[in-house]
């Protein structure tokens, strides 16, 4: 009976397989939505995941937020493009000038990019990504099926040169997509030269810049150059509240062309009609608190601070001062390079020794790079951290020894 019953459940999965549609059957999984399965064992110190520090949640304002927004009828179905009150305060939250008809509420960021990928990319279109990149971007570009054209990227962000070269050489794209600030998972902040090249290529061969822009806010030395958007109708920006207030919100928003926000509130109305209410609702409710928003945002900003540099200081102490790191002015993650190591190889051991990060080879395009690791300092805390990074300095250690050579004669 139960071998029966096994048997028909495997028979119809394979039937229901068939059926699926061709985009669906060749969607991957997201290494870091899988690997955060693994990691939430109680005994693994995650650095996988890029999930905010709870502790940077303003749970009490958003309680007090979220009674506001009830007496005000936030339950309600609402528009597609938001809620007016909200996207008046995003408009006012957002670094470029406009108004609340120049703002479309999208849930989370995420699905901003969704929408711009179904309302400009066609199958085989040509469409411009970093080396390595955000996996997200990645994941949606490739549901897509574009036709993904990589472009090394460096300590300054997007090398601009490298673009026009191809550009110069015959390329033709719609779309360039560039995560300027404290990018995922380079950490590289745009050079403002580099942001200048890139708007003036987009107005030599006519594309659109897509500035994903989620970890602007959480500097640490200063704050980042102006936006790529500032004063150019060939740039949407992305902006998310998923980070300075809470991912669980799942609200972000975007401005840009006219015609392409009219294209995606369009899109947006097959796909989940609109944004919470209840989200919107507590966001404008923040927004309305005087004098709320900046202090919280300091104090994220140096919880995140602390734990850069506990992170820093954990792996200088381990690894020692020839560990190939750059130290992010903000955001979220350290990107590392450990020499003649497979970092995704290495991951099982990583999990048993009770540390998790994500292997480079996730954010490939073309070049893989087997060496390189992403590490969140965002959730764990300082000590956690230390102890990770002596765990994985013990990982590390052991493969380098069983290769009976040490990182400095592997360079
Ligand atoms: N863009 C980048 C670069 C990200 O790192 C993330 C989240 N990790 C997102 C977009 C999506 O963010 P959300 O949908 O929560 O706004």
Redesign the pocket.
């Known amino acids: 009976m139960t071998i029966d019953r096994t048997v028909n459940t495997m028979t119809a999965t394979l039937a229901g397989a068939a059926l699926l549609s061709r985009r669906a059957a060749t969607a991957t999984s997201s290494t870091i939505r899988d690997l955060l399965e693994l990691a939430a064992r109680g005994d693994v110190i995650s650095l996988a995941g890029?999930l905010p520090c709870p502790e940077a949640f303003p749970t009490d304002a958003v309680r007090r937020a979220t009674s506001t927004a009830l007496d005000a009828g936030s339950l309600q179905y609402g528009a597609t493009r938001g809620e007016a009150g909200c996207r008046a305060a995003l408009a006012g939250w957002s670094d470029v000038a406009t108004d609340a008809d120049g703002v479309v509420i999208t849930t989370?960021?995420?699905?901003g990019?969704d929408l711009l990928a179904r309302c400009l990319v066609d199958p085989g279109d040509a469409v411009v990504v970093s080396d390595p990149d955000?996996l997200?971007?990645l994941q949606v570009l490739r549901g897509a099926e574009a036709r993904l054209v990589a472009v090394a990227t460096n300590h300054e962000g997007l090398c601009t040169d490298d673009l026009a070269a191809l550009l110069a050489g015959g390329l033709r794209t719609k779309l360039v997509y560039v995560?300027v600030n404290f990018a995922?998972p380079t950490t590289a902040t745009m050079t403002p030269a580099r942001r200048a090249h890139l708007v003036e290529l987009a107005e030599r061969y006519g594309f659109i810049v897509v500035e994903?822009d989620?970890y602007r806010e959480l500097w640490f030395e200063g704050p980042p150059a102006e936006a790529i958007g500032v004063g150019s109708e060939l740039v949407v920006r992305l902006r998310?509240t998923?980070k300075t207030i809470a991912?669980g919100l799942r609200l972000?928003w975007m401005t840009g062309p006219a015609w392409l926000l009219g294209a995606v509130e369009r899109a947006k109305q097959t796909t989940d009609l609109h944004t919470s209410t209840l989200s919107q609702g507590v966001v404008t409710a923040l927004a309305a608190q005087d004098g709320w928003l900046a202090p919280h945002l300091d104090r994220v900003r140096s919880l995140y601070r602390v734990r850069r540099d506990a992170l820093l200081d954990a792996l200088g102490t381990v690894f020692g001062p020839e560990l190939d790191v750059v130290r992010p002015g903000g955001g979220m993650f350290l990107w590392i390079d450990l020499p003649g190591v497979d970092s995704a190889a290495l991951l099982p051991r990583a999990l048993d020794a009770g540390v998790a990060y994500v292997p480079g080879a996730a954010f490939a395009v073309d070049t893989p790079r087997p060496g390189s690791v992403r590490l969140s300092y965002a959730t764990a805390s300082p000590d956690e951290l230390h102890l990770a990074a002596q765990r994985l300095g013990e990982v590390v250690t052991d493969a380098w020894d069983a290769q009976w050579a040490g990182p400095a004669a592997r360079r």
């Open positions: 890029g989370g960021s995420q699905q990019l955000y997200g971007a995560v995922n994903d989620p998310s998923s991912p972000g």
